[in-house]
């Protein structure tokens, strides 16, 4: 998932919060699945506003209980020198989005093991407030609102702690084996493993519920077993991607002197003579004989065919102050996350002042291919 998919809220100590459109779904089926189901048939004889009320705030704690697990990582790992800027609320829970991977196994194991502990301080401290509320007057149904929210993070924590990689249980299991190893790719390989071993038994779990008669718990089960299984796969190839690029800069990989297009160009004149006549799918963009921005062919799609005519370069490039620039001296790992984060496939390369060249996703996954053949022809 790009973690730019989806909408940006807020920020709490320099983190942007958002929520992918996926989120959506989920909270609306937590909101009917307590305030039609769960409430309704545990606690009978209320007001169907009332069901949907406590619905509504129990919904609401439990995604901010789900937040606040993932603030707890992301607070862990930027004091350890990992840098989170961003985390994204979807369908299956939510996502500190990690600049790299840890850069040894005790960090590793502190950014992992804040996670559970968390969910399950939150759950202690919701029981609390149940237990409290006995002793005032408030409805019985917001005394289960409580216990519901203990029940549910005291789950979160505990199925976190699973050992399945990329759960926070399976990020604590690879840190141990770490230590132990002192190899990172064989832990997250072991720690992978065992990650597809959870998922397939979860999905396994979700096939017996659907025939049981459970059909939406079992589905569930079988999509969030088939989630893990992806996203395990999908880390250990990024420890793997990031080895290969171990000791890679930006230099390395990047075009030289690249084509560039005027920025008074018309989008048809990029299109022709630049575009269809080389065919490479963006360029630096120069104005008032200095680079200013990047066209590719996203812009060239945004804008309308019967506007390229009159429509010139610098008006639909991305401005290179947009996030489009790195070093020509920055990790190659960097340039990817640097692509990552701004949404595009290119950037420029400067040297100082100068723009030098233009480094490529294309470039760096062919770069990856060339060194993990070579790495196996070693083997």
């Avoid at 129990?58 to 862990?76: D, G, N, P, R, Y």
């Avoid at 992992?112 to 939150?122: D, E, M």
């Avoid at 340039?335 to 400067?350: E, K, N």
Wanted: aromatic letters at 10%.
């Amino acid at each position: 998932m790009r973690p730019h998919r989806g909408i940006d809220l807020f920020r709490i100590a320099r983190i942007q919060i958002a929520i992918d459109y996926s989120w959506v779904v989920i909270f609306l089926l937590v909101l009917w699945s307590l305030s039609a189901g769960y409430f309704p048939r545990a606690y009978p004889g209320y007001a169907a506003g009332d069901y949907w009320g406590v619905g509504a705030v129990a919904t609401v704690l439990f995604f901010v209980s789900v937040l606040v697990h993932e603030l707890s990582h992301a607070l862990v790992a930027n004091r350890s020198g990992q840098v989170v800027r961003r985390i994204t609320l979807f369908i299956f829970g939510g996502m500190a989005h990690l600049s790299r991977e840890p850069k040894n196994a005790r960090t590793e194991l502190m950014i992992a093991a804040v996670g559970p502990l968390t969910s399950l301080l939150l759950g202690a401290v919701f029981w609390g407030i149940s237990v409290g509320t006995h002793t005032v007057r408030i409805g019985r149904l917001w005394v289960a609102m409580f216990e519901y929210l203990a029940f549910i993070n005291g789950a979160l924590g505990v199925f976190n702690l699973l050992p399945g990689f990329p759960l926070d249980g399976g990020r604590i299991f690879r840190a141990t084996l770490w230590l132990w190893w002192g190899d990172l790719r064989r832990a997250t390989a072991r720690a992978a493993d065992w990650g597809s071993g959870i998922a397939f038994g979860l999905m396994a779990l979700g096939i017996w519920q659907i025939f049981t008669g459970a059909l939406i718990g079992g589905l569930w089960l079988i999509f969030i077993g088939m989630f893990l299984r992806g996203a395990a796969h999908a880390s250990y190839q990024s420890v793997l991607v990031e080895q290969v690029l171990a000791g890679a800069h930006v230099q390395d990989v990047m075009v030289r002197d690249p084509e560039v297009v005027p920025g008074d160009a018309t989008v048809s004149q990029a299109i022709d003579e630049h575009f269809v006549r080389h065919g490479f799918g963006g360029y630096p963009v120069a104005h008032d004989g200095e680079i200013a921005g990047l066209l590719s062919l996203r812009q060239i799609r945004e804008c309308p065919p019967e506007e390229r005519g009159r429509r010139r370069v610098r008006e639909i490039m991305r401005p290179a102050e947009k996030g489009v620039m790195i070093s020509a001296r920055a990790p190659l790992a960097e340039a990817l996350q640097r692509m990552t984060d701004a949404d595009t496939g290119r950037l420029l390369v400067t040297d100082g002042a100068r723009v030098v060249g233009l480094v490529t996703r294309t470039g760096i996954t062919r770069y990856i291919q060339l060194k993990a053949d070579m790495q196996g022809e070693e083997q």
